[in-house]
Every structure is written in C-alpha cells, then in structure tokens.
C-alpha cells in the first residue's frame, strides 16, 4: 500500500513537496518514482531514485526544479518541487517497483502505485 500526500494549490514560482510511504507488500522495493497525469493526457514520468545506488533520475521538464530524495530502510520519499509553473499541474503518484530488473524511468516496471495527489499551478 502506498500512500501520497503534499499537494495543493501554489502560484507559479511556488514550491511544495510530496511524500509517499510505502507498507505491506510494497515495502521491499528496489526504487520509488513519481509520475503525473494532466487532463487530456497521458501520464508521464517525473523523477525516480533507485535504493541500490541511490542514483536519482528526471524528465528533462523537471530537471533543475525538482528534487527526490528518500529514505529506503524507511520505504519512504519525497519529491521536493520548487519554481512551479502552471505546465506542473497534474495528479501525481507514486509507485514501486521489487524488481532488479527494473528501469525506474519506465511506468510498466512498477506494479504499484498510490492514489495520486492533485498539484494545481496557479499562474
């Protein structure tokens, strides 16, 4: 079970942070990505860290104003978002993925995923 919390309602050049926490059959994970959906479109990759290494990656859209970090013994982690622009507002979730095997920039590799919380950029 997943669970994510953090978002709301920030003007652009805004910033919040996401949390998400991870129990029960999803604790043992070998990375933790968030992804997000705006309406009409697709959901899409934005940022993921692998425990092993503790190598973070990004969306080219985010990288430089987002930041993820995590606590893997925790199966926890956080997605600071700073200089927010209204292109950002979406659902995000976060999910996680047990597999050795996985690419942590690509959705089918997770096989589960939090409820999603809603990011609204105010311009």
């Known amino acids: 079970q997943l669970q994510a919390s953090g978002g709301g309602l920030v003007q652009a050049g805004g910033s919040l942070r996401l949390s998400c926490s991870a129990s029960g059959r999803t604790r043992s994970s070998v990375a933790m990505a968030w992804f997000r959906q705006a309406p009409g479109k697709e959901r899409e990759f934005v940022s993921a860290i692998r425990w092993s290494t503790n190598k973070a990656y990004y969306a080219d859209s985010v990288k430089g104003r987002f930041t993820i970090s995590g606590e893997n013994t925790e199966n926890t982690t956080f997605l600071q978002m700073d200089s927010l622009k209204p292109e950002d507002t979406a659902v995000y979730y976060c999910?996680?993925?047990?597999?050795?095997?996985?690419?942590?920039?690509?959705?089918?590799?997770?096989?589960?995923w939090g409820q999603g919380t809603q990011v609204t950029v105010s311009s």
């Open positions: 999910a996680v993925s047990g597999s050795s095997m996985v690419i942590p920039t690509l959705e089918r590799y997770y096989p589960y």
